[in-house]
């Protein structure tokens, strides 16, 4: 069964902290990507990677960074993490022409910024 | 920008009835749409795309370009259907932009 794994499924940080999130494919995706789910708002993207130490800035990368050193691993970083940021993060991955078939979804981690 | 509405965040039927979640889309070219469903505890997974024209679990969903809706469809909803859904679309970079979802409860 393919696979997107979310290293934690909660979270809680304090204020100002650095907070990584991990994110992990056995699919050898080219795409990744991090969203944030909020109620009423849907999913927003924060980053996405298309290759290897590539990445690109979504609708809402303010606060954020990420970094991917190896194609099956994507890390979202908050760099002081605040209290607006607590929040439902969601990894994703696609094949190159995944907007096609479609993403394969994490579990999510609920991060909690206390 | 390429926009995703779903009028409503929630929608309440009861079971056997009909149902129709509503989405809306901007884009001037051919869009491709996506319907996508969580479940309660478990993680967001692709239910239909508009390209493949297929049927999961009873739900299906027409592309209307004309009012730019791909509302998505089941003529008899069941309690296992409650979740919630959202819909996508596939802008040009094969990136997905979500509409606000729809929770759907069925009552028994």
């Known amino acids: 069964d393919v696979k997107v794994t979310q290293s934690s499924r909660y979270l809680v940080k304090r204020t100002g902290e650095k907070v990584f999130l991990e994110c992990v494919q056995d699919?050898?995706?080219?795409?990744m990507f991090w969203y944030r789910q909020d109620p009423g708002l849907g999913l927003r993207l924060i980053y996405f990677s298309y290759d290897v130490k590539m990445k690109e800035k979504g609708d809402i990368p303010e606060g954020y960074s990420v970094s991917r050193e190896k194609k099956e691993r994507f890390s979202l970083i908050l760099e002081s993490a605040s209290t607006n940021q607590t929040s439902m993060y969601l990894c994703?991955?696609?094949?190159?022409?995944?907007?096609?078939?479609?993403?394969?979804f994490g579990s999510g981690t609920r991060l909690t910024v206390v | 920008a390429q926009r995703v509405t779903q009028p409503e965040k929630l929608l309440s039927v009861f079971k056997g009835a009909p149902v129709e979640l509503k989405c809306n889309y901007s884009y001037s070219g051919s869009p491709e749409l996506f319907w996508y469903v969580q479940y309660s505890r478990q993680r967001l997974q692709l239910l239909l795309r508009?390209?493949s024209r297929e049927s999961i679990k009873g739900f299906t969903a027409d592309l209307n370009k004309g009012e730019t809706s791909f509302h998505l469809k089941k003529p008899f909803a069941q309690e296992e259907d409650s979740a919630m859904y959202y819909c996508a679309h596939n802008n040009a970079g094969n990136m997905l932009t979500f509409g606000g979802g729809t929770r759907l409860m069925v009552k028994p």
């Open positions: 508009h390209i």
């Open positions: 994703a991955s696609s094949p190159i022409i995944g907007g096609t078939y479609g993403y394969t």
């Open positions: 699919m050898d995706h080219e795409n």
